[in-house]
């Protein structure tokens, strides 16, 4: 069946360390996002792509990093810079028209 | 710019009443909306869309939404609650701007079912 792979499904983090979540889908989409939630404020969106090797800052980039290599993979680094990373992260996949997002299971991850 | 804002960050209704969840959307352009459902510790699930077809829309699980532009609306209902429907709801609108095409989601409603 297709769909969208996030691993892992809890990561732990020390401080000062990068770590990088990863998110594969095997739907054919164009677009793919990465949204970060926390208690009580919703999604925000950090990056997304709508097309291999481009990609755009969302709301809430500072502190993260993204590549787009390939069209099935978008990973997300969370990088010493950001200062609050403790959060659930997902990642979804949509194409180009009126649909909705297909979304991923979510990393859970926690500094330490 | 286009946005939602979903009233009532806690609903609370019991086992077999009416589940009433509320959305307002902002948008200068007709939106396409969006509600999903998402149980703890997993992803979002797609419950129903309007995308400017017809104005009541029917979902999964019993869901059902009607867009209503006069009232700048698309409120979620449900005729019976069941205790499996306990979760937190996300109203959304999809924002197009030339070739990018972003959804902007509400803070969320945490549905509770009790006996």
């Known amino acids: ?112 | 710019a286009q946005s939602v804002t979903q009233l009532g960050s806690h609903v609370s209704v019991s086992e077999g009443a009416l589940v009433l969840l509320r959305c307002n959307y902002s948008s200068s352009v007709p939106p396409y909306l969006f509600w999903y459902v998402q149980y703890p510790n997993q992803g979002l699930q797609l419950l129903l869309k309007y995308t400017s077809a017809a104005t009541l829309v029917k979902g999964i699980n019993g869901f059902e939404a009607e867009f209503k532009k006069s009232e700048t609306s698309f409120h979620l209902t449900k005729p019976s609650a069941h205790m499996s429907d306990a979760a937190e709801y996300f109203c959304a609108v999809r924002i197009n701007t030339g070739t990018a095409s972003k959804l902007t989601f509400g803070t969320g409603t945490r549905l509770q079912v009790t006996l």
């Open chain 1, 1 to 112: 069946d297709g769909g969208i792979t996030q691993s892992p499904k809890y990561l732990f983090r020390k401080e000062g360390q990068n770590v990088t979540l990863s998110c594969e889908q095997n739907l054919n989409h164009d677009a793919m996002y990465w949204y970060r939630q926390d208690p009580g404020q919703g999604l925000r969106l950090i990056y997304y792509s709508q097309i291999v090797n481009d990609f755009q800052k969302g709301d809430i980039a500072e502190g993260y990093s993204v590549s787009r290599e390939k069209k099935e993979s978008f990973p997300l680094t969370v990088t010493s810079a950001q200062k609050n990373p403790t959060a659930f992260y997902l990642c979804a996949s949509s194409q180009h028209d009126r649909g909705g997002y297909t979304f991923g299971s979510g990393t859970r991850l926690t500094v330490v």
